[in-house]
């Protein structure tokens, strides 16, 4: 029976066919899905922050970019993936409030996003696709069957990437 597993905000989950895994509220935040087409299986963080290294409280590594994707990949492994053939698409990262300034602090989406791009070619994951920036929420659904990745956006339709 098909079920679709939810993942919370600075949550990751992993799923094998015929199951699909989603997120909600991404705004600066970004999904991570990545997928092994061989054994279907799929997982998705939801990740909200770039980097564990300006904190202290490392109680929920699944927060962190440069964390989560690492404890995704080993997770996925231990279901069965490998991580050569293992492919990456991202969604949010939106900035979704407007400041005055040049800084870049205050662009977390921004921030998000280009960690995770960084993190994924660190460990030798292939990105194939994404939909980041603007200044809109994202819901995200991946599908473990065919690897598809429904991106919903308020405003926005439906895309599949």
């Given amino acids: 029976m098909l079920a679709v597993v939810q993942v919370g905000m600075a949550d990751l989950k992993v799923v094998k066919y015929p199951d699909k895994v989603m997120t909600a509220g991404l705004g600066s935040c970004v999904g991570v899905c990545l997928y092994d087409r061989r054994p279907q299986i799929a997982g998705l963080a939801h990740i909200m922050l770039p980097s564990s290294q300006q ?64 993190n994924l070619k660190r460990l030798n994951i292939r990105l194939v696709a994404s939909d980041i920036g603007g200044n809109h929420g994202r819901t995200i659904i991946l599908d473990s069957a065919s690897g598809d990745l429904l991106v919903r956006t308020i405003g926005h339709g439906e895309r599949i990437l």
Avoid: Y
Avoid at 59 to 66: G, I, L, R, S
């Fill in 55 to 118: 904190t202290q409280n490392l109680n929920n590594p699944a927060k962190f970019a440069d964390l989560a994707i690492e404890i995704l990949i080993q997770e996925m492994e231990k279901a069965g993936a490998k991580r050569r053939r293992t492919i990456a698409k991202i969604a949010g990262g939106s900035q979704m409030f407007s400041f005055s300034g040049e800084s870049d602090i205050m662009k977390i989406g921004l921030r998000n996003s280009q960690a995770v791009i960084e």
